[in-house]
């Protein structure tokens, strides 16, 4: 599975954003982490491609809103009202395994990742 993120560049602060990931080939979950410098990568948002929950991390929730295009096997971050805080290298994950609340929210349950794309949110 290959995946392809774009979207990504330098904003100022309270600006929107959306990243795009495009996925050769779907699997079961896909999400988004990121990591900022020195820092350790960051669950942001994962839902399955059909049905099941959406899951999002406690700092983007009420900002940041998942959605995917299932025909073009593609999932797109909406970022809004984007804080310093927020910029990071942003990275796209597919999972082939089903996950659940408890694990959704961990890198290690992912098994393809995409090249990341950077924000970076100025004031």
């Known amino acids: 599975v290959q995946l392809v993120e774009s979207g990504g560049g330098l904003v100022q602060v309270g600006a929107s954003l959306r990243l795009s990931c495009t996925a050769s080939e779907r699997n079961t979950y896909m999400g988004w982490f990121r990591q900022a410098p020195g820092q350790e990568r960051e669950f942001v948002a994962a839902r399955r491609w059909v049905g099941g929950s959406t899951y999002y991390g406690d700092s983007v929730k009420g900002r940041f809103e998942l959605s995917r295009d299932y025909a073009k096997n593609t999932m797109y971050l909406q970022m809004n009202s984007l804080k310093r805080e927020d910029t990071a290298v942003y990275y796209c994950?597919?999972?082939?395994?089903?996950?659940?609340?408890?694990?959704?929210?961990?890198?290690?349950?992912?098994?393809?990742w995409g090249q990341g794309t950077q924000v970076t949110v100025s004031s």
């Open positions: 994950a597919s999972a082939s395994r089903g996950l659940i609340a408890s694990t959704v929210r961990q890198s290690g349950q992912y098994d393809y």
